[in-house]
């Protein structure tokens, strides 16, 4: 999801290669000191909002993690990119090791902010040397844009477990206005029964009944299977809790949209929304021969999107979103007393929520293609543009051109 923005910044400054490293090597720093305070004073550090329960497997993560901060902060004075680099990946293990850790607090966070800062300063500031020496290596994404997207994978990532969660308080779906016993508009169910004294799991869809145990319908262990719709692993809280599940939805679908209102307001006034998302005759005439192109794996990087690339984010950008924020607001009995044309629209409350759940399927299928292609197309590249913003393209002279 991305802008074209031909217009490079302008070359950093000194001090951005002495930024880079002191950001990187205070984030190593400081971690280490974290580091010794929870094995010698985990009393006192709990005060912090450190948790005293900490595995050895975080304490590993953390010390190893603090190493590569401050390795890479020292390369980023000889090298930006390789100490970028290096510092980004303690970033990450750090990270991991909260995620193992699971109760920390602000001051274990605190090197993972300093050292991505750094990081960030370093990987930027070597690609807009490079991109001086190199014409293929383009300035193509604009930071609003970097922004927003890293913003949206993690709002649909926590939007899809708590709103499986959610889900769990009535495993079916339905068309029309109302629902319950004395009606037969159930187009999609996960449930289960018992059969021979043990407990089945299955997904039905339109009539059609498919085992599903262990994974949908039922979970757990053999000897003490619980009746979930979707597994504990897969919803946000793991456990069932309704009013938890719907805090954490709607706080993350406002910031969805929020995202989403910047992402418009840029496109529209940069261009970039008629430039790149929307659909034009050159795009459709193209696309066999770019469908081609990907099942030979021949891919051509360059400024501007190929017509696949045009079709997947028009469908993401003008259908899918659009569709699953205003089936959202439908649920809504607030909504449906302010806008009550939204009931008319989706067909009733019930019918919003089917169309929601399977816009949602749409996302999440768009979401695997979408790492599928990085991963086969060039991660490296793919990644780069979405952190510092600079592509490096494969196509001759190419240049975004308006499509009559």
Known sequence: ?????????????????WTAALLSVAGGVIGAIVLILILAAPAWVATLGVGQIISPVSLSLFAVAALFMITGGLLSLPRMGLGGAIALAGMLLWLIGCTVAKNVGWLVATPIILSFLGALTGLIGNDRVESRRDAKLIYR????????????AVALFFLLLSGLNIFNARP?????????????????????????????GYTQ????????????????????????AFPSWATIPGYYDLGTSRVVHFFFAWILVGALAAWL?????????????????????????????????????GRSYSPLQKVAYFTVFIILFPVIILTGLTMSPGMDSAW?????????????????FFTMVALVLFFIVHIVMVVIANPINELRSMI?????????????????
């Open 1 to 17: 999801m991305a802008t074209m923005d031909e217009t490079t910044p302008a070359m950093p400054m000194g001090g951005g290669r």
């Open 141 to 152: 994404q604009s930071p609003l844009t970097r922004i927003t997207h890293w913003v949206w």
């Open 172 to 200: 079916q779906l339905y068309i029309g206005q109302e629902s319950g016993f004395e009606y037969d508009n159930t187009i999609f169910r996960i449930g289960s029964e018992a059969v021979d004294g043990k407990l089945v």
């Open 205 to 228: 869809v339109l009539g059609i009944r498919i085992p599903t145990t262990g994974v949908l319908g039922t979970s757990g262990p053999e000897d003490n299977p619980q009746r979930r």
């Open 265 to 301: 307001i840029n496109a529209l006034f940069s261009g970039h929304l008629w430039r790149d998302i929307i659909l034009k005759p050159r795009d459709i005439r193209g696309l066999p021969k770019d469908i081609i192109d990907h099942i030979r794996m021949r891919f051509e990087h």
């Open 340 to 356: 009550p044309w939204l009931l008319d629209v989706f067909g009733g409350r019930q019918t919003a929520r089917t169309i929601h």
């Open 388 to 404: 510092t913003g600079y592509y490096r393209t494969n196509v001759p002279n190419d240049h975004a051109t308006e499509d009559k």
